[in-house]
């Protein structure tokens, strides 16, 4: 079950750019836990030395962990095979002496408690392995010993509760469609323009991405559709890579209709939480949420019931849920651009849920309780979505006006780019003696004025907050567009005989020039400003 602290990396780098040192990590971490372990203990042995020696003394085997590499029959009270990280072992239990004391030493080892590997052996040697164990206690530990021991298969208990789930539910559909339906929804918005890396928040938005200012309008179905919105390939793969690996489990055990119950429920309060915070200045989309209400529900459901559930599932379960929930949580917190609000708010969801929804290790009690703890439990999902929505502060920032706002500058941009290069083609005509200066001039009101207006009214939509970099270069684009249309609607007054247009008021139009010099050159020096920083 180690595989859930994998998961921990996938939701960590959810929504992170610049992750190739934390994929490097996972892929590292990955070879650790998958590579066969009778490679790594027979790279220890010599050539042509057997993994294990049995004889009328005790057993004999290289790959014991600790210093002690012999037992002798008479330390040995029990052995029991139990399983660490997804390798199966066989734990001795030796008499507690001073050559081998039962306590931990500082790196956690315990003496009296060796462990041999069982990976680098095939099942039919595992067999006859523990065969040999059994028959080599029975010979030591006379039929009036009442300290018999034999070799009690933990992991039995183990496979017979993952058969019993497994047979409940053989196909786990409901994980199946949502993984099915993420994807599709990606593959959709891949289509409606959305970037394979990156997606960009005006399109998560009108997408239907969850944003405080736009559910504050009354749009709170965003609660529910950003969970299946994600911004790029790997953000949508890292999910689903969690989902798959954690959510059959859940499903098997809370059946098809709490695990939809589960994961919707933790979703839309994973979204609510966000409002408070992430969501109050960014566009939050992701299945995250309601990956960590999953994993909640199923260390809560473990947890609860660990008494009566096979010790070497509980402990496994609990372990690597706790280490996923911590790794990922720590990774939430240290990294830019990841919904911990969502996450944290999934996760208390999904534990909540489990509290009150019933599992199915007791059948009996499930099928007579079901229904009942299930409106219960959506009444809760409900009221605590409605509560975290309605006590959310006012949104930070308008996304949609602040989304329409940058749209606007870059259609006052491109206006402005328009009437910059019409007005230089006339100078350009005057010169070269295709048009007359007075022609310019009257071509100044009737046709350049009405562009730059244009470019004004866009300018005047045009918003940014006011801690992006782009504010003092917007408020700069527009005094210069202000000034210049100033200028060309500026009525021009001409000498007797000439032809040659002056400015009705020469005062206005020099300040014009000289601010038009220094605002001009602010601009130059903010856009090689934002350039670099690029």
């Given at each position: 079950?180690?595989?859930?602290?994998?998961?921990?990396?996938?939701?960590?780098?959810?929504a992170?750019?610049?992750?190739?040192?934390?994929?490097?990590?996972?892929?590292?971490?990955?070879?650790?836990?998958l590579l066969?372990m009778?490679?790594?203990?027979r790279r220890?042995?010599?050539?042509g030395?057997?993994?294990?020696?049995?004889?009328?003394?005790?057993?004999?085997?290289?790959?014991?962990?600790g210093?002690?590499?012999?037992?002798?029959?008479?330390?040995?009270?029990?052995i029991?095979?139990?399983?660490?990280?997804?390798?199966?072992?066989?734990?001795?239990?030796?008499?507690?002496?001073?050559?081998?004391?039962?306590?931990?030493?500082?790196?956690?080892?315990?003496?009296?408690?060796?462990m041999?590997p069982l990976?680098?052996?095939?099942?039919?040697?595992?067999?006859?392995?523990?065969?040999?164990?059994?028959?080599?206690?029975?010979?030591?530990?006379?039929?009036?010993?009442?300290t018999?021991?034999?070799?009690v298969?933990s992991l039995?208990?183990?496979?017979?509760?993952?058969?019993?789930?497994?047979?409940?539910?053989?196909i786990?559909?409901v994980?199946?469609?949502?993984?099915?339906?993420?994807?599709?929804?990606?593959?959709?918005?891949?289509v409606?323009?959305?970037?394979?890396?990156?997606?960009?928040?005006?399109?998560?938005?009108?997408?239907?991405?969850?944003?405080?200012?736009?559910?504050?309008r009354?749009?709170?179905?965003?609660?529910?559709?950003?969970?299946?919105l994600?911004?790029?390939l790997?953000?949508?793969?890292?999910?689903?890579?969690g989902?798959?690996?954690?959510?059959i489990?859940?499903?098997?055990?809370?059946?098809?209709r709490?695990?939809m119950?589960?994961?919707?429920?933790s979703?839309?309060?994973?979204?609510?939480?966000?409002?408070h915070?992430?969501?109050?200045?960014?566009?939050?989309?992701?299945?995250?949420?309601?990956?960590?209400?999953?994993?909640g529900?199923?260390?809560?459901?473990?947890?609860?019931?660990?008494?009566?559930l096979?010790?070497?599932?509980?402990?496994?379960?609990i372990?690597?849920?706790?280490?996923?929930?911590?790794?990922?949580?720590l990774q939430?917190f240290?990294?830019?651009?990841?919904?911990?609000?969502?996450?944290?708010?999934?996760?208390?969801?999904?534990?909540?849920?489990a509290?009150?929804?019933?599992?199915r290790f007791?059948?009996?009690?499930?099928?007579?309780?079901?229904?009942?703890?299930?409106a219960?439990?959506?009444a809760?999902?409900?009221?605590?979505?409605?509560?975290l929505?309605?006590?959310?502060p006012?949104?930070?920032?308008?996304?949609?006006?602040?989304?329409?706002?940058?749209?606007?500058?870059?259609?006052?941009?491109?206006?402005?780019?328009?009437a910059?290069?019409?007005?230089?083609?006339?100078?350009?005509?005057?010169?070269?003696g295709?048009?007359?200066?007075?022609?310019?001039?009257?071509?100044?009101?009737?046709v350049?004025?009405?562009?730059?207006?244009?470019?004004?009214?866009?300018?005047?939509?045009?918003?940014?907050?006011?801690?992006?970099?782009?504010?003092?270069?917007?408020?700069?684009m527009?005094?210069?567009?202000?000034?210049?249309?100033?200028?060309?609607?500026?009525?021009?007054?001409?000498?007797?005989?000439?032809?040659?247009?002056?400015p009705?008021?020469?005062?206005?139009?020099?300040?014009?020039?000289a601010?038009?010099n220094?605002?001009?050159?602010r601009i130059?020096q903010?856009?090689?400003?934002?350039k670099?920083?690029?």
């Amino acid at each position: 079950m180690w595989l859930g602290s994998l998961i921990g990396f996938a939701i960590g780098v959810i929504a992170a750019k610049g992750s190739t040192f934390v994929l490097f990590t996972l892929v590292i971490i990955g070879m650790a836990v998958l590579l066969p372990m009778e490679l790594i203990y027979r790279r220890q042995m010599r050539p042509g030395q057997p993994l294990v020696m049995l004889d009328d003394n005790g057993i004999e085997s290289p790959i014991l962990n600790g210093k002690i590499k012999k037992l002798s029959w008479d330390e040995i009270l029990g052995i029991t095979i139990e399983s660490y990280q997804n390798n199966n072992f066989l734990k001795f239990q030796l008499t507690d002496t001073p050559a081998h004391p039962d306590k931990k030493n500082f790196i956690g080892q315990n003496s009296a408690q060796p462990m041999l590997p069982l990976n680098p052996f095939a099942a039919d040697e595992q067999r006859n392995l523990i065969a040999a164990l059994n028959r080599g206690l029975e010979r030591f530990h006379l039929p009036d010993n009442a300290t018999t021991a034999t070799v009690v298969d933990s992991l039995a208990e183990d496979r017979a509760l993952e058969k019993k789930l497994k047979e409940l539910t053989p196909i786990p559909w409901v994980t199946y469609f949502l993984v099915a339906a993420n994807v599709l929804i990606w593959g959709a918005a891949i289509v409606q323009g959305a970037n394979i890396a990156h997606t960009s928040a005006d399109k998560l938005l009108l997408w239907g991405g969850n944003a405080a200012s736009e559910v504050q309008r009354g749009e709170w179905w965003r609660l529910f559709t950003a969970t299946f919105l994600h911004g790029g390939l790997m953000h949508l793969f890292m999910n689903m890579l969690g989902l798959v690996s954690i959510g059959i489990l859940v499903e098997r055990i809370y059946g098809h209709r709490l695990y939809m119950l589960i994961y919707v429920g933790s979703g839309l309060i994973g979204s609510a939480l966000s409002l408070h915070f992430s969501a109050q200045t960014a566009v939050s989309v992701g299945a995250s949420g309601a990956i960590f209400g999953v994993t909640g529900a199923l260390l809560v459901g473990v947890y609860q019931h660990r008494d009566r559930l096979p010790k070497t599932f509980s402990r496994n379960m609990i372990t690597s849920m706790s280490v996923f929930i911590i790794y990922s949580l720590l990774q939430g917190f240290s990294k830019q651009g990841i919904d911990n609000a969502a996450h944290i708010g999934g996760l208390l969801g999904g534990a909540m849920l489990a509290f009150v929804l019933p599992e199915r290790f007791n059948m009996e009690h499930f099928l007579a309780n079901w229904k009942k703890r299930a409106a219960l439990g959506s009444a809760l999902a409900a009221l605590m979505t409605a509560c975290l929505t309605m006590t959310a502060p006012s949104a930070a920032i308008d996304q949609r006006m602040m989304i329409e706002g940058q749209a606007a500058f870059i259609e006052a941009m491109k206006d402005f780019d328009v009437a910059v290069k019409t007005m230089q083609k006339d100078q350009t005509d005057v010169q070269a003696g295709i048009m007359t200066e007075r022609e310019a001039d009257d071509r100044s009101r009737s046709v350049l004025a009405p562009l730059f207006r244009k470019a004004q009214q866009d300018f005047s939509k045009a918003t940014f907050p006011e801690t992006d970099p782009r504010l003092p270069l917007l408020n700069d684009m527009k005094r210069m567009n202000n000034l210049i249309l100033e200028s060309m609607e500026m009525a021009s007054t001409y000498k007797e005989g000439s032809d040659k247009p002056e400015p009705a008021d020469p005062q206005r139009m020099a300040e014009i020039n000289a601010e038009l010099n220094i605002v001009g050159a602010r601009i130059q020096q903010l856009s090689q400003t934002l350039k670099n920083r690029h």
